[in-house]
């Protein structure tokens, strides 16, 4: 489960818990179908609840919030995510250093 777009709704959800689905997607640059199959997922694992508000007179909206369990992986999420781009950073240094050793 721990992938990318689930690192980013579970940052988006702790800094904006009135964040409509269809708000994800667009900041996400995905389908609706597909945030509401990520968050769907995150509710199933413990990490994210909603609860039911009314945000006018005529729409029922959610609010998400992240669980303590929700908030440690995001945390988990982050550091990984971190070190495999330190990683990637690292790879892509040494392959700059060679390209420039090769031109000359």
């Given amino acids: 489960m ?10 988006h959800i ?3 818990p009135h964040i409509s ?18 968050v769907q997922a ?8 909603a609860g039911n ?9 959610y609010l998400y919030l992240l ?4 908030i440690e992986e995001k945390t988990r999420l982050t550091a990984s995510f971190l070190k495999r781009k330190i990683a990637e950073h690292e790879k892509i240094t040494q392959e700059i250093k060679q390209l420039k050793r090769d031109v000359q």
């Fill in 2 to 11: 721990p992938t990318e777009i689930h690192l980013k709704i579970l940052k």
């Fill in 53 to 61: 508000f009314k945000r006018s007179a005529h729409k029922m909206s």
């Fill in 67 to 70: 669980t303590p369990k929700g």
């Fill in 21 to 38: 689905q269809r708000q994800l997607a667009q900041e996400l640059g995905v389908s609706v179908g597909k945030i509401n199959y990520c």
């Fill in 14 to 16: 702790e800094s904006n």
């Fill in 42 to 49: 995150l509710m199933t694992k413990g990490l994210v609840k």
